[in-house]
């Protein structure tokens, strides 16, 4: 089982920056970003894919331009830069990663294994 442990959550200002890390216990290929804001379903915002050195990423459509995922593969640990912050980003963000070969959609949150406890971002106008 893989442990994830998320930090670099705050409170900024509409138009500031966070950049949020996902410490994982072990490598796992599939890691991806999720957000929950009061009241709504939680979301996929990033995932990564790793294959050797690379990184490929896929970004919902409401943060694509602003949010970049990263990842230090020595480390284990999967970074979410979050540029252009705006109030509807407000969430909690949560890391998820998963064992299987075949990354799991974004978009379904059910198939994702290991979740981690999340980091609370508030966007204040």
């Known amino acids: 089982e893989v442990q994830l442990v998320e930090s670099g959550g705050g409170s900024v200002q509409t138009g500031g920056s966070l950049r949020l890390s996902c410490a994982a216990s072990?490598?796992?290929?599939?890691m991806a970003w999720f957000r929950q804001a009061p009241g709504k379903e939680r979301e996929g915002v990033a995932r990564?894919?790793?294959?050797?050195?690379?990184?490929?990423?896929d970004y919902a459509d409401s943060v694509r331009g602003r949010f970049a995922i990263s990842k230090d593969n020595a480390e284990n640990t999967l970074y979410l830069q979050m540029n252009s912050l705006k109030p509807e980003d407000t969430a909690m963000y949560y890391c998820?990663?998963?064992?299987?070969?075949?990354?799991?959609?974004?978009?379904?949150?059910?198939?994702?294994?290991?979740w981690g406890r999340g980091t609370q971002v508030t966007v204040s106008s």
């Open positions: 998820a990663a998963d064992p299987s070969p075949i990354c799991p959609p974004r978009e379904s949150r059910k198939q994702w294994d290991y």
């Open positions: 072990g490598y796992t290929a599939c």
């Open positions: 990564g894919r790793s294959v050797g050195r690379t990184v490929y990423a």
